[in-house]
């Protein structure tokens, strides 16, 4: 039995012979099939074209390779820590400041009054165009990196924030004030909690700009970090190198992405998922 909004459901699941249509629906079949078929497509144009494409296995082992063989004093354990440091400092920072003060921005007219006119000036403001003013102001360091992820990361934590309070309905205030419940009441059992999916969205979408903004101040200037291995990999003609930077990101941003969903039930047990069968 669970318990989901008040509403009691019952799963009952038949015990049915597993059959090869059963296989062929199974999600997790589709899943191996998928990155197989990715794969053999990526192995098959790089070796019938030629163009400068590495296959999977000597990305393989250019990722072995790293591992043990520093790089500009680190291995790949090393440089993927360096950005992962960056990004957590600048992305922590950005959402701590960013989301209470969309929250408040939402609650309180005088706030919104202050503030919205310029984030509205500066929210399409891309992030990356503040590398050459971040350099000149902090120099080629960490804090010009973590800055680069505060700017980008700040406009969707703030935003999301914002709208997630103002799109609550109207109807679950009412049944508070019906109830006795007072202004406190309402933000706390109503507000609070019907805008932290909105907020968690806003956190995923900020954690993809964040790396987005990582790679690029360490493409620009940087002596570590996954950014720094794409550009050396560049400059020393090894597509290798490039693509295991590549992959690198693409798993500990996955990995991070994972960590907030984990978050975002921890917080929201409540929150419904699409079951797609």
Not at 97 to 106: N, Q, S
Not at 236 to 251: C, E, K, N, T, Y
Request: hydrophobic share 55%; aromatic share 10%.
């Amino acid at each position: 039995m669970v318990d989901i909004a008040n509403e009691l459901t019952q799963r009952i699941q038949e015990r049915k012979p597993l059959t090869p249509a059963m296989i062929l629906r199974n999600r997790w079949f589709l899943y191996a099939v998928s990155m197989l078929a990715f794969f053999v497509v990526w192995d098959t144009v790089a070796r019938v074209f030629s163009s400068g494409l590495p296959r999977p296995y000597e990305v393989v082992l250019q990722l072995w390779r790293m591992l043990f063989d520093p790089l500009a004093g680190k291995s790949l354990l090393g440089h993927a820590w360096a950005s992962t440091q960056r990004i957590l400092i600048g992305f922590t920072i950005a959402s701590l400041v960013a989301v209470p003060l969309g929250l408040m921005m939402a609650l309180n007219r005088y706030v919104n009054a202050i503030v919205k006119p310029l984030f509205d000036l500066l929210k399409p403001m891309p992030p990356l165009a503040w590398i050459s003013i971040a350099i000149l102001w902090f120099g080629i360091g960490e804090t010009s990196k973590v800055f680069i992820i505060i700017i980008g990361t700040f406009v969707p934590c703030l935003l999301d924030a914002y709208n997630g309070v103002r799109l609550v309905e109207p109807e679950l205030y009412d049944v508070i004030r019906m109830l006795g419940g007072n202004r406190r009441d309402e933000i706390i059992q109503v507000c609070f909690p019907a805008a932290f999916p909105a907020i968690f969205a806003g956190l995923q979408i900020a954690l993809s700009i964040a790396w987005s903004c990582v790679l690029a101040a360490e493409l620009v200037s940087a002596r570590s970090g996954l950014g720094f291995i794409i550009i050396l990999g560049m400059n020393l003609s090894r597509p290798a190198m490039i693509v295991g930077g590549m992959v690198v990101i693409a798993l500990v941003s996955w990995s991070m992405s994972q960590l907030v969903s984990a978050l975002e039930r921890f917080v929201c047990p409540w929150k419904r998922e699409i079951d797609s069968r």
